[in-house]
């Protein structure tokens, strides 16, 4: 039974078009770039878009910043919390750290399962369509894998059935060209949005690329990325 | 009560219904004729009346009538005059109309068949059953105070034609879905059955049925009399008053004055229509007072501002009621207790929630982060704890001689010239006491005898000798001798530990000690490799502590 093709809009003008009316429900999709390509800002804006105008319920999972950076940076960039009820942004990070000074000796905690059946209990109770994570490799760090491609392939499978739009923040490392640390986020995925800074005399642009979005032709062209107000536009010729 | 009162008191309203065959009019297909008239109890004298009169009907008939049906195309004007002239009579235009296209089909009037009169060939088609459902509700259309769907709930239960509604008992007519008392019983009357009104509505009912009747023979815009007439029947029957309506009718005829007032109550009856219609669907829980008074009001149509301020306050109250079941519980989340605390008393106070809805909305969100985490946080605390594994640690063998059971303690370590057996140096852990001396002294002097008279004593090796609770540890070396007096077990690596000193120190000093002359600070670096030692031999000992512990 073939699903109805519903998108998540991306909310980032012109992007839409090129995705064919935006994200396909329910799809993993990697947002990847180095440092300081605004990967949090262009995934949040996605988020806030949804629950502003469309009413669609999402959360900001966040292991890098916390959450008051995160709400600061986002009202700068004219994105204020301020009666928006349906975007939680959770502060991890701060979870873990507090957890890290309870105790007092060393816990084996299954963060990735556990972090998944949270979510589905917030789910049953709340909704979520959208769920953002920041980021992969911050998550990783939490976990110690031992087989790491295999645990990987669980924790995207189990993100796939708890039915939501995800969206996995990974940065790029510097002296590596791959989306994701283990070299099988980008298989595992089912798009990849891939954001860069291109270095020119006048000073650096940012640029995304749709890289890979299953059930979806596009472009794979490398578009022009501005970002004013609480939006987002990519630039087409 | 005079229930069951007299019959057919009024003049038959049936009589109207026997209007004579009439063809039927092209222009209105949908119009049904009724099946069986009513048994034309008079023949309707009216003259036939021209074709042209038609659109304009004359009379009014009080019936509801569907406002579906235009009354326009009805052919029947002649019967429709004719009770015009009979005066008393009132007119059920639509129903007439409906025989009239019936006679035209089968003057017999079954129901089951109809000529399709589209087109006005009058040709006939089989019917489908859509179109008999059709038929049967247009039919019960005609009945004053059925609308259409009322005419669709009779046609479900099974009620075909008026005549078949004649014969049910008012307990069968109030089977049907949404048929109380008074309707099933106004449905009777309409459609002729005198039996069972009580008489004071008989009352009622006719001097309505003449009021209207007076009006429709005088009016020139009878169509639209008869739609106002059905309206204020439904209306009655819907329980508003509109009495004065009808005394303005009465007195006025249709005036400008009460078409005025005729158009204000059916605005006013259309938002309190709306408001029945929201309200049905509310959960009025908490608020059954403010709802009763307001549904006790709402057939007065004169105070509809009343009723729909009063509606938007009770709403007001609802949302209050929503949101402190909402937020009452969330008082025990810490973080958020004074917020909501203060919401709530807001909301007390009066304030109007959609001043607090931005505030509430943050709240319900932070409401949301406050249930991940906290859930978060309660999963990881209940998962297990890390099962630990130290790594093996080196131990003494357990037969060896040098086994310890209890660490060593190092108390004093001395080194002695080879050649003749003078004390160059001796460090200790001690303190030194005067009784210290003395046993340092007796140590040094049981070392001294044992290396110089003791045949048991072996020379480049650990020789080790008890005394009391204490051992000495000797070793020697080409210019020296080594010994450490230790209580406790001997540690595996004490032997180890006094060749490597020994080595080190004769490496540096070993010709200064064969020609030492008795002066200690000659030989510093011996010294410096005593403390080294004491240290060590000090670890080896804490080591020992903790393997213990």
């Not at chain 2, 109809?114 to 006939?124: K, M, S, W």
């Not at chain 2, 790594?391 to 001395?414: T, Y």
Request: hydrophobic fraction near 35%.
């Amino acid at each position: 039974m073939e699903l109805k093709d519903e998108r998540i809009k991306t909310y980032i003008d012109g992007l839409d078009p090129v995705l064919e009316g935006g994200i396909p429900k329910n799809f993993i999709v990697l947002v990847c770039g180095h440092a300081g390509t605004m990967k949090s800002s262009v995934t949040y804006s996605i988020l806030y878009n949804n629950a502003k105008r469309e009413n669609k319920k999402g959360i900001y999972l966040t292991l890098e910043q916390s959450k008051q950076s995160i709400i600061e940076h986002m009202a700068k960039l004219g994105m204020p919390p301020t009666g928006i009820e349906n975007l939680a942004v959770m502060d991890l990070a701060r979870v873990r750290k507090d957890i890290m000074e309870k105790q007092t000796e060393k816990k084996n905690i299954d963060w990735l399962n556990s972090i998944i059946g949270v979510l589905k209990n917030y789910k049953e109770r709340f909704g979520c369509d959208i769920l953002v994570l920041d980021s992969l490799a911050a998550l990783y760090a939490l976990t110690t894998f031992k087989n790491p491609r295999a645990e990987l392939f669980y924790f995207f499978e189990k993100l796939r059935d708890l039915g939501v739009t995800a969206l996995l923040i990974s940065e790029i490392p510097t002296d590596r060209n791959v989306y994701g640390l283990y070299g099988i986020e980008d298989f595992l995925s089912d798009g990849i949005i891939h954001l860069k800074v291109v270095q020119t005399d006048a000073g650096a642009n940012l640029y995304l690329g749709v890289v890979k979005m299953r059930k979806t032709k596009h472009t794979r062209d490398f578009m022009p990325l501005i970002a004013e107000s609480g939006r987002f536009e990519v630039v087409r010729d | 009560m005079g229930l069951f009162g007299r019959k057919k008191k009024k003049k038959d309203k049936k009589e109207k219904k026997a209007g004579p065959p009439l063809p039927l009019q092209p222009s209105q297909p949908q119009r049904q004729g009724g099946p069986t008239q009513q048994p034309p109890a008079r023949p309707p004298p009216q003259p036939p009346i021209p074709p042209e009169t038609a659109p304009s009907r004359p009379e009014k008939p009080p019936t509801a009538a569907p406002p579906e049906t235009p009354l326009e195309g009805a052919p029947p004007e002649t019967e429709t005059k004719p009770e015009a002239p009979e005066g008393g009579k009132e007119a059920e235009g639509p129903v007439e109309n409906a025989e009239a296209e019936e006679k035209e089909e089968a003057p017999a009037g079954g129901g089951e068949k109809r000529t399709e009169a589209a087109g006005g060939e009058g040709e006939e088609r089989a019917e489908t059953p859509e179109e008999a459902r059709e038929r049967a509700i247009q039919r019960l259309m005609s009945i004053k105070g059925i609308g259409r769907k009322r005419a669709e709930k009779l046609v479900d239960a099974g009620f075909m034609s008026p005549e078949e509604i004649a014969d049910a008992t008012l307990e069968e007519l109030l089977q049907v879905d949404g048929f109380g008392e008074k309707l099933a019983r106004a449905v009777k009357i309409n459609i002729g059955e005198t039996e069972l009104l009580w008489d004071d509505e008989l009352e009622e009912v006719s001097s309505f049925d003449e009021k209207v009747e007076t009006q429709a023979v005088s009016g020139e815009e009878a169509g639209a009399d008869d739609e106002i007439s059905a309206k204020l029947l439904q209306w009655s029957v819907d329980g508003y008053r509109v009495e004065n309506l009808e005394r303005l009718l009465k007195e006025e005829g249709r005036s400008e004055n009460f078409m005025d007032l005729f158009r204000k109550t059916e605005e006013a009856i259309r938002r309190i229509e709306e408001i029945k219609n929201q309200l049905a669907e509310m959960n009025v829980l908490g608020v059954e007072d403010e709802v009763n008074a307001l549904v006790s009001m709402m057939n007065d149509v004169a105070r509809v501002d009343e009723i729909v301020s009063r509606f938007e306050e009770l709403k007001r109250k609802m949302r209050v009621r929503d949101i402190k079941h909402e937020l009452e519980p969330l008082l025990e989340v810490e973080s958020l207790a004074d917020r909501v605390r203060g919401v709530l008393e807001k909301l007390e106070s009066g304030v109007d929630p959609d001043e607090l809805d931005v505030e509430i909305k943050d709240i319900r969100r932070e409401y949301k982060e406050d249930f991940f985490l906290s859930q978060l946080r309660e999963t990881i605390e209940k998962a297990k704890p890390m099962e630990v594994k130290r790594a093996p640690v080196l131990r003494a063998v357990a037969d060896s001689p040098l086994a310890e059971k209890k660490p060593m303690q190092v108390e004093d370590i001395f080194l002695l010239s080879r050649k003749d057996y003078r004390l160059i140096h001796h460090v200790t852990q001690r303190k030194v006491t005067e009784e210290n001396r003395k046993e340092v002294f007796g140590e040094l002097k049981a070392i001294r005898s044992f290396v110089r008279h003791n045949e048991k004593f072996r020379p480049g090796d650990l020789n080790i000798i008890k005394f009391g609770d204490k051992i000495a540890l000797i070793q020697d070396g080409q210019y020296s001798l080594l010994a450490m007096v230790v209580k406790g077990d001997v540690n595996i690596w004490a032997k180890k530990l006094m060749s490597r000193v020994l080595q080190m120190t004769e490496a540096e000093e070993g010709p200064a000690i064969a020609s030492w002359d008795g002066d200690p600070s000659k030989l510093p670096v011996s010294r410096k490799n005593l403390v080294a030692l004491l240290y060590a031999t000090l670890r080896l000992g804490e080591i020992g502590n903790k393997q213990k512990a």
